[in-house]
């Protein structure tokens, strides 16, 4: 069984096929970026993109990736890069408390906003309603999509 | 097979830091300067953005040979490479990791620009390294600008000498020292090897600057870790890696306080990925070990899959039979007695018997779990009778000693690595996650092992805050002003419950506490502004009944009662502060132009240090039939729409005006998501709800608008904000919906009573 993340090919023979794509990336790939936070599909933590879909990693078994493409939050810029206008208004928004829940907002913020450029804040709220936020950074998180809206057009 | 006694866990309530008691203790003492080479330097810098695969050296042992790195304290570390800081506290979302170096970094007068952070090794020359009680700002203001000052003392000295010319005519500004009359400038980096040769002046000889030339305080600066956080660098302590790292689970007897009899071990071990399986005694403390069988695998989910597949008999003798419902029907009977009195000032039965109008309320509140995004977890490896820790922890200085205890070691062969966590809320406190890691770990030496607690595991064993009932009864004068008040109340045995440091006690003439302990065999420990959290909502809450019963505007009885301009007898409350809040929020808030079909509500409640005052603006839908509740009661159901919480607060002046603002934020997200829909239950010892799909906490789209005014006189010290923006929200809500639709709420959550958030 082979899966691509973020544009690499990794061999995973001798993994059970039923693992949830979240371990395989956390313990296998060293990609820990995605976190966990519930198991059970509850909070987003776990966020991933599947091609262009988010999807919570936690519950996604990895033999159901296919040849489709995984990307991470560590997908979204490689180190030496710089980051992306999506990364760069969480860091000038100041989003973040702990930071935990962090990736997973920002995934399916990427998946939102490469099907609607522009959301108003009702579509920014469907969007992210699967994501909690313990910290409550909930409105830092709506106005950091509305700025990297306005960067990405 | 177990001869540890475990039917005393619920008496062993671990220690709950509140405001009114004792500070903890903090180390001062001076510790001698520390060195660092260069390439000790490097490899620290090395860890900015979170490279977790390296551990900190041992710094204590490194001495600069060369003479080039100018470090006078523990927290600033200069040569020719760069600027480093050390942010001495753990880092748990309340921003101390970005707001304490700006402390250094003001002092010292750097560009923000030019500095990097590190998190500091657990050393006690930083002092006390602890996240808890809104502790950090205030315990690290004076000791961490001193450091920054007497740097920058000695980099000026260095300069003046270099030039030969006085000190008294250098200034310095984003890390140079200037001399202006000769035009001359030097950057920090380059005077750093003079500056490592001057001698460390003494505290009497450095001047703080003047708040007006502050160029950094009270700015807004991204949190330090942005960078990493949004890159999805490891961070975490759940992110820790190691070579040859393993993974652990471990089953505890969902009735806390159960012994292991039985468990099907050979099955489990023989699944794939199992490597090792067995049982643990427990070290007879209830905050450490307790009893329970551990699994070690080679991945996570195998563990997970094995601890599903476990099957463990237990022998509950000693175990929790805690049930929320038996508890609701005796608690309404426990506050028909009187109970111990813990607060008697005046005449209270006087004051009944001669003034007729009076308000009574019954309330109560469920428990909560803390729930921070990232369960528990810790990593650990025992190696040759030493012990080395990767820990999520608020008070790592506190948890090495449990965990030496937990691996029957000596302290001193503990080593603890402080990583980030993922939200503490109080949680983190407790070291029973890094115990249970020792302990594990000891059996399975000499290599690492990440213990990863499932959500179910971090709630079912959480410290709560526990539940309460309260009987309130007051009476006003002909005035309408408050002059009788008799608070009687059931909370969870331990904790003390209403004492004569939370308002409005010392303010009211005749006022009577009672209480009375309920025993509870699952642990309660501190939870996000302990006391206040539940006690803002019942006394806020009940002064508005009062003020209603007296035919007052809420808001000038709130003033009324707070008086003339004092500070209270008690960790620092002044009541001109309070009034200012309470009159910049209602203002700020449109008290006296309230808008068509909404309501408001006001609260004031100091803890923490804090004096914070909120207004709520609701609407309230209508009736919409019924909806069964937790209790099995039938309720009318009805919506909550929270537009808009504004807030004043005074914690003195601000450090980082953004961190700041998110911790407001935060707070009345937090309280809103706890006041409306969050309860843990129990029944036959058991925790009912275990995972957010039952425990659901308040999403995006239910988020108000909050305003946030920062009041800074000038004339005090700043305090923490982690946690006293909390305790005003919950009774401003209630009393907003009261406003709203004349409804009383009286039960956290308030879903009992039928409300629900849109
Ligand atoms: S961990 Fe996947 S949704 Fe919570
Ligand atoms: S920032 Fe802590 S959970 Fe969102």
């Known amino acids: 069984m082979k899966v691509s993340v973020n544009n690499t090919t990794h061999d995973l023979t001798g993994i059970d096929p039923s693992t949830p794509l979240l371990w395989v990336l956390r313990d296998h790939l060293n990609l820990v970026g995605t976190k966990f936070g519930c198991g059970i599909s509850q909070c987003g933590a776990c966020t991933v993109l599947i091609d262009d879909t988010a999807v919570k990693s936690c519950i996604y078994p990895i033999s159901a990736v296919g040849d489709k493409d995984v990307t991470t939050i560590e997908g979204l810029a490689s180190d030496e890069e710089e980051l992306t206008p999506l990364q760069q208004a ?61 960067h990405r057009s | 097979m177990t001869t540890l006694d475990y039917s005393d866990i619920g ?187 001057i001698a460390v002046p003494s505290r009497e000889s450095i001047k703080f600057k003047d708040p007006k030339q502050y160029r950094l305080l009270g700015k807004r600066i991204t949190g330090v870790d942005n960078d990493a956080i949004v890159r999805g660098k490891p961070l975490f302590g759940i992110d820790q890696m190691l070579p040859g790292l393993k993974y652990a689970v471990y089953q505890k007897c969902p009735a806390i306080g159960g012994t292991v009899k039985s468990a099907n071990l050979d099955e489990v071990k023989k699944m794939p990925g199992v490597l090792q399986a067995g049982v643990l005694e427990g070290t007879g403390n209830a905050m450490e070990v307790l009893p329970g069988v551990f699994i070690i695998a080679d991945s996570t989910w195998a563990a997970f899959q094995a601890k599903r597949a476990l099957k463990v008999e237990w022998d509950e003798n000693n175990a929790s039979k805690d049930s929320w419902s038996e508890t609701v029907t005796q608690a309404s009977k426990l506050v028909e007695q009187a109970g111990n009195r813990t607060v008697d000032t005046g005449d209270v039965d006087a004051a009944f018997a001669a003034n007729e109008r009076q308000a009574e309320g019954y309330y109560k509140y469920f428990f909560v779990s803390h729930a921070p995004l990232e369960p528990q977890n810790c990593t650990a490896m025992f190696k040759d009778g030493e012990l080395e820790l990767w820990a999520p922890t608020q008070t790592p200085t506190w948890g090495m000693g449990p965990a030496a205890r937990a691996a029957g070691i000596d302290q001193s062969k503990v080593k603890l690595n402080q990583l980030r966590c993922g939200g503490g809320f109080g949680r983190r406190l407790y070291n029973d996650f890094m115990c249970e890691a020792a302990a594990i770990a000891k059996n399975y030496p000499g290599v690492p092992v990440k213990l990863q607690w499932t959500r179910e595991d971090d709630i079912s064993y959480d410290l709560f805050r526990g539940g309460g009932f309260h009987k309130l009864r007051g009476c006003v004068d002909e005035q309408g002003k408050v002059v009788g008040w008799h608070n009687r109340h059931a909370t969870i045995t331990g904790d003390q419950g209403i004492g004569s440091g939370q308002f409005p006690m010392g303010m009211v003439d005749n006022l009577r506490v009672e209480h009375t302990g309920i025993d509870w065999k699952h642990r309660c420990a501190a939870w996000r502004a302990p006391g206040s959290n539940v006690f803002g909502f019942v006394l806020m809450s009940f002064l508005h009944e009062l003020a209603h019963a007296g035919g007052r505007d809420h808001r000038d009885v709130l003033l009324e009662l707070l008086g003339e301009e004092r500070l209270m007898n008690r960790g620092g409350m002044h009541t001109g502060r309070a009034a200012a809040c309470v009159k910049l929020a209602t203002e700020k808030a449109g008290w006296t132009n309230k808008k068509e079909g909404r309501g408001l509500g006001v609260a004031f409640y100091y803890s923490h240090a804090g004096h914070i005052a909120e207004v709520a603006e609701v609407s309230v839908g209508d009736v919409e039939g019924t909806v069964t509740n937790r209790q099995g009661k039938s309720v009318q159901k009805r919506s909550l729409k929270v537009h808009k919480v504004t807030v004043a607060a005074d914690v003195g002046p601000i450090i980082n005006l953004s961190g700041a603002e998110n911790q407001v934020q935060g707070s009345v997200v937090d309280g809103l998501s706890t006041m409306v829909d969050l309860a843990i239950t129990f029944e036959n010892g058991r925790v009912q709800e275990t995972n957010f799909d039952k425990y659901r906490m308040l999403r995006m789209g239910e988020t108000p608008e909050v305003e946030v005014h920062f009041i800074n006189t000038g004339e005090h010290s700043p305090t923490g904000l982690g946690e006293p923006a909390f305790p005003p929200l919950a009774p401003a809500v209630g009393n907003a919906i009261f406003d709203a639709c004349g409804y009383r709420v009286r039960t956290l959550p308030i879903s009992e009573e039928g409300f629900y958030l849109v």
């Open chain 2, 11 to 197: 008496k062993v309530i671990p220690r709950v830091l509140r405001e009114d008691e004792t500070t903890p203790t903090v180390f001062t003492e001076p510790q001698p300067p520390i060195k660092l080479d260069r390439r000790q330097f490097l490899k620290l810098t090395g860890l900015v953005g979170g490279g977790l695969m390296l551990s900190f050296a041992p710094l204590r042992k490194v001495r600069a040979q060369d003479g080039t790195v100018f470090s006078p304290n523990v927290f600033v570390k200069i040569d020719a490479e760069g600027i480093l800081l050390y942010a001495p506290n753990p880092e748990i979302g309340q921003g101390v990791k970005t707001s304490l170096p700006m402390m250094l970094a003001e002092e010292l007068d750097v560009a923000w620009e030019d500095v990097r952070v590190v998190q500091a090794p657990i050393d006690r020359a930083y002092g006390g390294q602890f996240a808890g009680g809104s502790m950090s700002t205030p315990t690290s203001w004076e000791p961490l600008r001193t450091a920054g000052a007497t740097a920058r003392h000695m980099l000026v000295e260095a300069a003046a000498q270099k030039w030969q010319v006085s000190a008294d005519t250098l200034s310095t500004q984003n890390s140079m020292v200037k001399h202006a009359s000769s035009n001359r400038e030097i950057s920090y980096r380059e005077l750093a090897a003079d500056a490592a040769k």
């Open chain 1, 90 to 150: 969480w860091v000038d928004v100041d989003v973040a408390q702990c930071g935990y829940c962090q990736a997973g907002q920002i995934m399916a913020t990427e998946a939102l906003l490469r099907e609607n450029p522009n959301p108003t804040d009702a579509d920014i709220n469907t969007a992210l309603a699967g994501h909690l936020c313990r910290c409550g950074t909930y409105l830092r998180v709506r106005e950091a999509v509305k700025v990297a809206a306005k």
